[in-house]
């Protein structure tokens, strides 16, 4: 008679598949424009998709710049896909596979993009609103990497997920119940991320840090504004019932969508 084998644990730092997917996206967008586009046609590329706010000032017809009309819309979205060089793209992957991955495997793939698009799009109208006419195209997926970056923290400081000390592998920490907004505004642990988090991008605006080799404009508002709806948007896209709502019936269930790699 063999001894029962213990339940095989997940590790935690596996990386669902709809995180591969985004990497795969955004590096062959990026491996595309540096190494086969020439230089000319990778600028024009860069000012159709990029998000320029002046298209949106009243004085300029939208068809000056590349794209015309459709771009005016396209953009909102398009601009996250972008890159300026290799450690743009590489720092957003940074900060993107930790706090991606987990917000991936709970949301499963459908909401996860979705949810990336919410925060992009937020992002341009917070770049928008403070930017009216500004001409410089703003390119990266830091919006939508804010956005993720705040939808974890709802939950990942929640004993036995990603943040807390100890936990059953990756699949329980993705499950744990969220911390309501209320209470996460007032949770020490979600408290010091914000003021870290709001510190180092505010520090970054006034220039304060530098980032890269290269002298580059930071749109940190844009920054802040797929943080903020990655935060008060969060609850819209959790497929699990949030702390005090759960039935023990749901505990093993995973997100409609899941997928994992």
């Given amino acids: 008679m063999h001894a029962p084998q213990p339940p095989r644990r997940e590790p935690v730092l596996t990386i669902p598949g709809a995180m591969l997917a985004l990497i795969a996206i955004l590096c062959l967008i990026h491996a595309v424009r540096m ?10 590329i860069v000012w159709m998709f990029g998000f320029v706010p002046a298209r949106y000032d009243t004085t300029v017809m939208a068809g000056e710049f590349p794209g015309g009309f459709p771009a005016s819309i396209w953009s909102f979205l398009t601009y996250s896909l972008l890159h300026a060089d290799i450690t743009h793209i590489g720092f957003n992957l940074l900060w993107m596979l930790p706090f991606g991955s987990a917000v991936a495997r709970r949301f ?6 979705v949810f990336l698009a919410v925060s992009a799009v937020a992002g341009a109208l917070a770049h928008l ?10 390119i990266g997926a830091s919006a939508a990497v804010s956005g993720v970056m705040a939808a974890a923290i709802r939950f990942a400081f929640q004993s036995g ?12 920490a993705a499950r ?11 949770n020490g642990r979600v408290l010091a991320f914000l003021a870290v988090w709001f510190g180092f991008n505010l520090l970054t605006g006034l220039g ?8 580059q404009s930071i749109a940190w508002q844009a920054h802040i504004g797929g943080f903020c709806a990655g935060l008060l948007l ?3 896209f959790d497929p699990i019932p949030p702390a005090g709502l759960r039935t023990e019936g749901e505990a093993g269930l995973p997100p409609d969508d899941s997928e994992q790699v």
């Fill in 35 to 44: 190494l086969l586009l020439p230089p000319e046609i990778d600028e024009d």
């Fill in 108 to 113: 499963g793939p459908t909401r996860f993009f």
């Fill in 129 to 138: 609103l403070t930017h009216q006419h500004e001409v410089a195209p703003m």
């Fill in 161 to 172: 997920s990603f943040l807390s000390l100890g936990n059953g592998g990756a699949e329980a």
């Fill in 176 to 186: 744990v119940p969220a911390l309501p907004l209320s209470s996460a505004l007032r």
């Fill in 208 to 215: 304060a840090i530098a980032i890269g080799t290269q002298v």
């Fill in 234 to 236: 969060f609850s819209l």
